[in-house]
């Protein structure tokens, strides 16, 4: 029964609740195409060995040490060590040494020695400008830090005239702003439909006073009203009885 009640709640403002989803839906996607502003990402990768020695003889363990030591130099490079120099070598980047330990992310895949380096930006040439930055420094620097001596940038970012932005994503946003803006429309609706107390039918006045519907009063409407004029005043003018009992 109170799945049946929430139905009809629904139902009988559905309009309202439609009318506030398209507007809620079409203003997030609206706001999304021409207010939000366009994020690229750019990267750069990075291989570290432990010895310049070709692969052929490097051995299982030092293969192995090397892939342990991938956390260690993901932390070095986000620390000031490589971040100051970074700032001082590049100052067409504009950005300062928190800016970049806070935009510049770190990655690496399971049992592997590579490292990519990841920044998001409103701008895509700063981007990669940036990351092949980081990577520049970390490539002169680690050497004297770890004691490596074979340090390998795999690729750098590369200038793209026309980049794909990776945020926003438009329908998403506008899939996002129709769901909260149905829940939101709902739960009004059974907000509005709680809080009225007005009593339309008879299983109100039962519900509200416990008491059994005796009698029922139609409503009348204009056309009632007005087609009941005429007959009226018929019967009053023909009808000598009527007159003399008045």
Do not use: C
């Not at 366009?38 to 040490?65: C, F, H, R």
């Amino acid at each position: 029964m109170e799945l049946k009640q929430y139905g009809k709640m629904i139902l009988k403002r559905i309009w309202y609740i439609l009318a506030f989803v398209l507007i809620a839906s079409v203003g997030s996607g609206f706001f999304s195409y021409y207010y939000v502003k366009p994020v690229y990402e750019a990267s750069s990768k990075i291989i570290v060995n432990k010895s310049n020695e070709v692969n052929d003889e490097l051995s299982v363990g030092t293969i192995d040490m090397n892939i342990r030591l991938i956390n260690t130099y993901k932390e070095i490079i986000l620390t000031p060590a490589i971040m100051d120099k970074v700032v001082a070598q590049y100052p067409d980047l504009k950005l300062s040494t928190e800016e970049l330990m806070r935009k510049i992310k770190v990655s690496s895949v399971n049992n592997t020695q590579v490292m990519t380096l990841i920044m998001q930006d409103t701008s895509y040439e700063r981007a990669a400008k940036t990351v092949n930055a980081v990577a520049e420094v970390f490539k002169a620097e680690i050497p004297p830090i770890m004691k490596v001596d074979n340090v390998t940038i795999l690729n750098e970012a590369k200038t793209i005239s026309n980049p794909s932005p990776v945020k926003p994503n438009h329908i998403l946003n506008t899939l996002i702003g129709l769901i909260v803006s149905l829940v939101i429309a709902t739960g009004v609706v059974f907000v509005i439909e709680y809080m009225d107390d007005t009593i339309r039918t008879e299983a109100d006045v039962e519900q509200a006073l416990g008491l059994p519907t005796l009698a029922v009063i139609m409503k009348a409407t204009k056309t009632d009203m007005n087609s009941n004029k005429p007959t009226s005043t018929i019967n009053r003018t023909d009808s000598p009885a009527v007159a003399a009992n008045q």
